[in-house]
């Protein structure tokens, strides 16, 4: 009889050693055209060429075998909110507007534990059918949505990362905390959560413009006391919000410089947006190792503006991560986000290679999270945290395909470009099957 400790995996195996240098850098990655990752207790036990591994493998292990299907880490979206899966496609608003007309009113039913379990439920389908694995998640400013979020993460034996807002002025009375409140409460999550299997909090103020000066110093306090934790919060997604900030903080140097003044910027630190950095917003997010998070269908679809990949990676670089940002942004899919980024980079003048693109959904969204090693891997040790892809999954795609040689930059590109949920054939959470393509 099988042992349900053990599970292996056969396909295209594809991971990656180190962040590609443009297109057509083969050194970056590993590829299997036959491969095998083995997983046991949830963790990757073995990667290889299958023939070799099969015969090793203990008696009557599963072996779930794609042979056109090319089996990558897991996807990891560092930038996205919770509560707002019911306002995505929500018309016709640019970013102030949007929180007050939309967000806020829908942000609100969070109160309600019952709503936030059906919603988590809804949630977690749908990052899993979309080959994500783990996501750092704003939840709403009650707890009770930041437990449901990790209750149903800890059911399917996700990786989540999240915390709940901290929100103490400039919104509806039923979604503030006060800098007490908000600090209490989540320090009491950190209690409950951080550290409980693979579930961790994230100390997260929503911007400067809905935390005030004792909130932001709150924050400052738990991140000093918990030094594991990470930071998330928005940075110049907008150009009116930038200016909101320059009313709130007469004092500070600029917008970046109000978080830096709290001790809120550093390695652990992720800011969604970065669009409109200043070149010394840019240099000191450079020397404190803090995180920019690209997010181009919300960029897009809320009419923010345009984040410029080269630029962020001129010296002194950035550290740079990519995140589907729902429900401003219009998709749970990574692959449709690297679709919309590319086309970003394209109106810069640039170009962004696939190669770039799955790095960095995979490993370097790992490490932005400080998780390297631990996910977006397929290296012994890591959690076996698989999405199984499909390059021919539509009939535009298998067309296109059919010109495509065996060459795996075209096919990732094909992906990227025209790939979506349909492409996700299967997803595997610590080494469980939590989706297959019906």
Not at 26 to 38: E, F, I, T
Not at 332 to 337: A, G
Request: glycine residues 8%.
């Amino acid at each position: 009889m099988a042992d349900p400790a053990w599970r292996a995996v056969r396909g295209r195996v594809l991971t990656f050693l180190a962040p590609p240098l443009g297109a057509a850098d083969g050194a970056s990655y590993r590829y299997l055209a036959d491969g095998l990752v083995l997983a046991r207790d949830g963790r990757i036990a073995a990667v290889g060429e299958a023939s070799p591994l099969l015969a090793t493998l203990p008696a009557d292990t599963p072996v779930d075998h794609y042979p056109d299907g090319l089996v990558l880490p897991g996807f990891i979206d560092p930038h996205i909110h919770f509560p707002q899966t019911q306002v995505i496609a929500s018309y016709g608003a640019q970013l102030l507007e949007w929180l007050q007309k939309y967000t806020f009113v829908e942000e609100q039913r969070f109160a309600d534990a019952a709503h936030a379990a059906e919603q988590a439920a809804f949630f977690f389908d749908e990052l899993a059918r979309n080959g994500t694995t783990t996501a750092l998640a704003f939840c709403s400013v009650h707890p009770v949505s930041a437990d449901a979020y990790f209750t149903e993460a800890e059911r399917r034996g996700m990786g989540m990362l999240g915390g709940k807002v901290m929100m103490d002025r400039n919104a509806p009375p039923a979604l503030t905390d006060t800098a007490q409140s908000g600090y209490d409460e989540t320090k009491a999550l950190i209690e409950r959560w951080h550290g409980r299997g693979r579930q961790r909090v994230a100390i997260t103020p929503r911007f400067a413009i809905t935390s005030t000066p004792e909130q932001l110093a709150a924050a400052g306090t738990l991140k000093r006391e918990h030094p594991d934790l990470l930071v998330q919060t928005h940075l110049s997604e907008n150009r009116a919000e930038i200016e909101t900030v320059r009313r709130l903080f007469p004092e500070a140097a600029g917008y970046l410089d109000v978080y830096d003044r709290f001790g809120l910027t550093g390695e652990r630190s992720l800011f969604g947006h970065c669009i409109h950095l200043t070149e010394a917003e840019r240099r000191r997010m450079a020397e404190t190792g803090s995180v920019a998070v690209f997010c181009p269908t919300s960029n897009l679809f809320i009419g923010s503006g345009l984040f410029d990949m080269g630029q962020a990676r001129e010296a002194p670089a950035m550290r740079v991560a990519v995140a589907t940002d729902v429900g401003g942004g219009t998709s749970f899919s990574m692959l449709r986000t690297l679709a919309e980024g590319y086309k970003v980079q394209q109106l810069l003048g640039r170009n962004w290679s696939a190669l770039e693109a799955f790095h960095l959904a995979t490993a370097g969204n790992a490490a932005a999270l400080g998780l390297a090693g631990e996910i977006g891997t397929l290296e012994p040790g890591a959690f076996a945290d698989l999405v199984v892809l499909d390059a021919h999954a539509t009939p535009v795609m298998a067309n296109r395909m059919a010109r495509i040689d065996g060459d795996l930059e075209e096919e990732l590109f094909v992906l990227m470009t025209l790939g979506d949920d349909r492409a996700v054939r299967a997803t595997y959470a610590a080494g469980r099957l939590i989706h297959a393509a019906s």
